[in-house]
């Protein structure tokens, strides 16, 4: 099935610091989706993409749905300790009864103060 | 807040057991999405229904069922449990039947003794 690839499994970075994420796939997707989740939390949608080369910011993030359509990448500026959590891309593929979001397997993202 | 609900947040039972879970969509939301997390598979999609009807099928167990109600409502009936379905799982729901844009609840965990 598909499969994305996110690395490395976890990132330290120091307060302030900007951090960017990518993943990757041999797939192309309809729809990239990138997800934070809180331990013992559900997963909440920061930004959604849905055409190829588009750049969506919400807030301090942005993220872009690559061109080739099997990537996409996310940067977090100036970071702050409440960053902190795991950072997961989604996409979508296929139509109709047949589409679904697979997701990667997250990156755990570490700030130190 | 996503808008999602699930109940219970915890459920503690015995292998061999049976237990529903239940998931209340976003309002106007029509589908209605059912994943499981575990600590070594991340999130992986188990069914989708959209108004009513199972629309998708992921990596679902014969042993567990799903069903959504008139009130769009669902529940995931998990059976004969296991050791191994301990778990975080996790209701989203989205406006249409295509599986894009997704809001998570903020998940059953699940303890099987």
């Known amino acids: 099935g598909q499969q994305l690839n996110q690395s490395p499994q976890s990132m330290f970075i120091q307060e302030g610091e900007d951090v960017s994420m990518n993943c990757t796939s041999s797939?192309?997707?309809?729809?990239w989706l990138w997800y934070k989740q809180d331990p013992g939390e559900g997963p909440v949608l920061l930004i959604a993409?849905?055409?190829?080369?588009e750049l969506t910011s919400n807030g301090r993030l942005t993220a872009q749905f690559g061109i080739t359509r099997k990537d996409s990448f996310l940067n977090i500026s100036a970071s702050i300790p409440s960053d902190v959590g795991i950072y997961f891309c989604a996409g979508q593929d296929g139509t109709g009864a047949n589409s679904k979001l697979t997701f990667g397997k997250g990156i755990t993202l570490s700030v130190r103060p | 807040d996503s808008g999602v609900t699930q109940t219970p947040k915890h459920l503690i039972t015995a292998t061999g057991q049976r237990v529903t879970l239940r998931c209340s969509p976003r309002s106007g939301d029509l589908s209605v999405y059912w994943y499981q997390q575990s600590l070594d598979q991340g999130l992986q999609f188990l069914i989708q229904?959209?108004?009513?009807?199972?629309?998708a099928k992921g990596n679902i167990l014969e042993r567990f069922s799903a069903q959504q109600f008139p009130d769009l409502h669902s529940e995931l009936n998990l059976s004969s449990l296991e050791l191994g379905d301990s778990a975080l799982y996790f209701c989203a729901s989205s406006p249409r039947a295509v599986a894009d844009t997704q809001y998570f609840g903020p998940g059953t965990r699940l303890t099987v003794l």
């Open positions: 229904y959209y108004n009513g009807e199972e629309r």
């Open positions: 797939s192309i997707f309809n729809t």
């Open positions: 993409l849905y055409k190829a080369g």
